[in-house]
């Protein structure tokens, strides 16, 4: 079998095309709608993806709020970022690049964002909300994934999905999605305490990788005709490094490639979050 691909990058420009009319119509009615960034230190992948975000940005219209700080800045100076973005009527929605610094505190700056400015959906008060299914910005990858596989006419309802990480931004809230009574989902979500991992892959209808370590699902773990959504961004030696082994291809029913397939998408759903709060503001 070779496996469809789930390409994410076309999606992800069908995405923007929708998003780049709506910009044009928040123009002409006086709002401009602008992301912010805030990025901490020198990581070299989250300099690439802030680049990119900024770059997807001008292509659909949005204006864009760069936020860059040493590895060295203090709590409190990511703070005053926060603050001053809370603040700036031009930034309708903003995210803090993860991961930060060890050294500083990840969840209180999270929970010093606005939640109506919160373009990553992972305040706390939008993650309660999608707990409660009720209407909020919706985490980037996760929204992506259902996304993607809802354009393949991959079936969700129904499916049993192993999800492998629990991490906030990706395993976690996908969890949430899939089992919302739109989605009606089964999922399994798998993570270092798992005690056989294998087992519940195969089970699986549904794979969505996305624990950082290199080609942890193998083709033997796979059910035959399975759709495999590789979440996974490690480096090794410069290049991305995936969660799934390249041969799963010989046996899954789709696949992502990656790059080119959750990370574009990731980045579109960013866009929609800050359209739509732009949105927001004109009800
Ligand atoms: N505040 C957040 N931080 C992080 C999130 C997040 O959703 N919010 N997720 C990940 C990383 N991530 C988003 O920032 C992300 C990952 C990958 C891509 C992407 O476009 N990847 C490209 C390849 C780019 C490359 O050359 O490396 C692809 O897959 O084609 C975008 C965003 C952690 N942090």
Do not use: F, W
């Not at 989605?183 to 892959?201: F, P």
Request: charged residues 20%; hydrophobic residues 45%; aromatic residues 2%.
């Amino acid at each position: 079998m070779s496996a469809v691909k789930l390409d994410g990058k076309a999606t992800a420009a069908k995405i923007k095309a929708d998003l780049k009319n709506r910009v044009a119509a928040l123009k002409e009615r006086g709002v401009t709608p602008g992301l912010g960034t805030v990025l901490v230190g020198d990581d070299p992948g989250s300099q690439i993806y802030v680049a990119g975000k900024h770059r997807d940005c001008a292509e659909v219209g949005i204006a864009s709020i760069r936020v860059d700080l040493p590895a060295t800045a203090g709590q409190a100076d990511v703070e005053a970022a926060i603050d001053e973005l809370n603040a700036s009527p031009a930034c309708t929605g903003y995210i803090v690049q993860l991961p930060l610094p060890k050294h500083l505190d990840t969840m209180a700056l999270l929970e010093r964002i606005d939640p109506a400015k919160d373009a990553d959906g992972l305040h706390p008060v939008n993650l309660g909300r999608l707990v409660h299914m009720v209407d909020a910005p919706l985490p980037c990858t996760p929204h992506g994934i259902v996304l993607l596989l809802q354009e393949y006419g991959v079936p969700i309802k129904g499916a049993e999905v192993a999800v492998v990480g629990r991490g906030i931004t990706v395993g976690r809230s996908l969890g949430l999605l899939l089992t919302r009574r739109s989605e009606n989902a089964t999922v399994t979500l798998c993570h270092t305490g798992t005690q056989d991992l294998a087992a519940h892959v195969r089970r699986a209808d549904i794979v969505v990788a996305a624990a950082g370590v290199p080609e942890l699902i193998k083709k033997d773990m796979v059910k035959p005709g399975a759709a495999v959504l590789d979440v996974g961004v490690s480096r090794v030696a410069g290049k991305i490094a995936g969660d799934v082994a390249l041969d799963v291809e010989d046996v899954a029913g789709y696949l992502t490639p990656n790059p080119g397939g959750v990370g574009p998408m990731t980045r579109a759903l960013l866009l929609s979050n800050v359209v739509e709060a732009a949105e927001r503001r004109l009800r």
